[in-house]
């Protein structure tokens, strides 16, 4: 991955995702993932798979969390950085 960051400077937003997670990037996520970053100015990064907040575990196994949230830790991606 950062290699591939590394070429991608110029970009608003990179995305870092495994082949597996690439049915996830629909048009709506992608708009959704944009419009995270303009609400919250100062994000750098947004992980969509599980996170911790102290010890709880939230979004683990395929479990859905309905909304977004800030977390102290990211545990799985796929991840977005700006």
């Known amino acids: 991955?950062?290699?591939m960051v590394k070429f991608s400077q110029n970009a608003e937003l990179?995305?870092?995702a495994r082949d597996v997670d690439l049915p996830l990037f629909t048009p709506q996520y992608i708009a959704s993932v944009q419009a995270?970053?303009?609400e919250h100015r100062g994000?750098?990064?947004l992980g969509s798979g599980a996170g911790k907040?102290?010890?709880?575990?939230?979004g683990a196994n395929g479990q859905d969390v309905?909304?977004?949230m800030f977390v102290d830790k990211l545990v799985g991606?796929?991840?977005v950085v700006r």
């Open 77 to 79: 991606g796929p991840l």
């Open 53 to 58: 907040v102290s010890t709880t575990l939230y």
């Open 66 to 68: 309905e909304a977004f």
């Open 36 to 38: 995270a970053f303009k």
């Open 14 to 16: 990179v995305f870092l």
């Open 43 to 45: 994000l750098a990064m």
């Open 1 to 3: 991955y950062n290699r």
